[in-house]
């Protein structure tokens, strides 16, 4: 099946104008047929041995949400407390999360039993079903910006924490929890390049030929 | 910025669309704007603290290649030696990489002391960053499949063979070994569920409600 320029442009545009999403989040529901097509897409992911390690917990309950952001919170005083005393002040006027504010949360979990211990492409490299789900997050998010639809990964918080609000088995595995809803504007870009966190690397300076550092 | 239905119907066909080739390489030439726009693409991934901890080695060199690939070989012999005699047989007759017929590999790393030892976003979960470098691969991925260009992912291989044919510090994590190149077509289904293999799972046992198989 090929895809025309004009579709890969539509691809582009939309990798490129992604973002994550934390403040700019708008109560309107999200439709259940979108919300459908966003996880068969996070769905439709390469996974190692075609294994389909993920799981997708969709939160709308007020009172989850209040556990999440509770854990969010507890996490965050003790990640503040890490930065030295310059970048702490930046960051805590920082807004890294909407999980109240954001219609929706979707837990992204891992069960790294599934389909039995040996794994096609997994006997090597261990960690290949968990990579598997964070494709499946990437997924997501683009199918959620060609929806028009912002999306931001809250990673400040422990795993427990989300098992607890959730009643996930202790032996599936936390990939992420993400906040989606629709929003205000998209950033032109990031929020923390904007605000001077850290620049934006020159894509060139990533890029080396048959060798590491060789131009 | 607005998507438009037309824009992001476009989005879900490359999702949709998207394979791991191994068997489908053509010899043609990757040209340099087209590998550029991919790798772009890549490195506008999301990244914990904005840190874009990746790098990209591009690798055309044939005794590279070849390195990688003995590499493969001698991790394929171990790795079908995991299987019972039924599977074994079947894993035997499976092709798992084009390393050497496709006509660019690209070596995905990430940089986990980049900018410092305290990373926003990585205080509580330190694997984050080598998610964001795998979220840096599925957006190469998709980029790609927007071009007609199709990825193979190996992970039948060691890191160390990986970092030994391309120069890469010990202190750098090997995150993927890609496989790129046009083809002569697509599959309409992932190889692995065409062979029965494993079956797809129905998307609707993948979806929970506020809480573990809560439906």
Redesign the interface.
């Given at each position: 099946?090929?895809?025309t320029e004009?579709?890969?442009d539509?691809?582009?545009?939309?990798?490129?104008?992604?973002r994550?999403v934390r403040g700019q989040f708008k109560p309107k529901p999200i439709p259940d047929d979108v919300l459908?097509?966003i996880?068969?897409?996070a769905?439709?992911?390469?996974s190692?041995?075609?294994?389909?390690p993920?799981?997708?917990?969709?939160?709308?309950?007020q009172v989850?949400k209040e556990k999440i952001k509770l854990g969010f919170e507890d996490?965050n005083k003790?990640?503040a407390a890490?930065?030295d005393d310059e970048?702490m002040q930046q960051?805590k006027n920082?807004k890294?999360e909407g999980i109240l504010e954001s219609p929706v949360g979707i837990c992204v979990t891992c069960d790294r039993s599934r389909?039995g211990p040996?794994v096609?492409?997994?006997?090597?490299?261990p960690?290949?079903d968990?990579?598997s789900s964070?494709?499946a997050?990437?997924?997501l998010?683009?199918?959620a910006?060609?929806?028009?639809i912002g999306v931001g990964?809250v990673?400040?918080?422990?795993?427990d924490v989300i098992k607890s609000a959730?009643?996930?088995?202790e032996d599936?595995n936390i990939?992420?929890y993400l906040c989606l809803g629709y929003v205000t504007q998209?950033n032109d870009k990031?929020e923390?390049?904007k605000l001077g966190?850290?620049p934006?690397?020159d894509?060139d300076s990533?890029?080396?030929?048959?060798?590491?550092?060789?131009k």
């Amino acid at each position: 099946m090929k895809i025309t320029e004009l579709e890969r442009d539509a691809v582009y545009k939309t990798i490129f104008s992604r973002r994550d999403v934390r403040g700019q989040f708008k109560p309107k529901p999200i439709p259940d047929d979108v919300l459908k097509r966003i996880l068969t897409a996070a769905h439709h992911a390469p996974s190692v041995g075609f294994m389909q390690p993920w799981d997708f917990i969709v939160v709308k309950n007020q009172v989850v949400k209040e556990k999440i952001k509770l854990g969010f919170e507890d996490a965050n005083k003790t990640s503040a407390a890490m930065f030295d005393d310059e970048k702490m002040q930046q960051y805590k006027n920082l807004k890294l999360e909407g999980i109240l504010e954001s219609p929706v949360g979707i837990c992204v979990t891992c069960d790294r039993s599934r389909n039995g211990p040996v794994v096609l492409g997994r006997t090597i490299n261990p960690e290949m079903d968990l990579y598997s789900s964070v494709c499946a997050v990437q997924n997501l998010w683009l199918a959620a910006r060609a929806e028009n639809i912002g999306v931001g990964w809250v990673s400040i918080i422990h795993d427990d924490v989300i098992k607890s609000a959730l009643n996930i088995p202790e032996d599936i595995n936390i990939i992420a929890y993400l906040c989606l809803g629709y929003v205000t504007q998209f950033n032109d870009k990031p929020e923390l390049e904007k605000l001077g966190w850290l620049p934006r690397r020159d894509v060139d300076s990533a890029i080396h030929f048959d060798g590491w550092k060789q131009k």
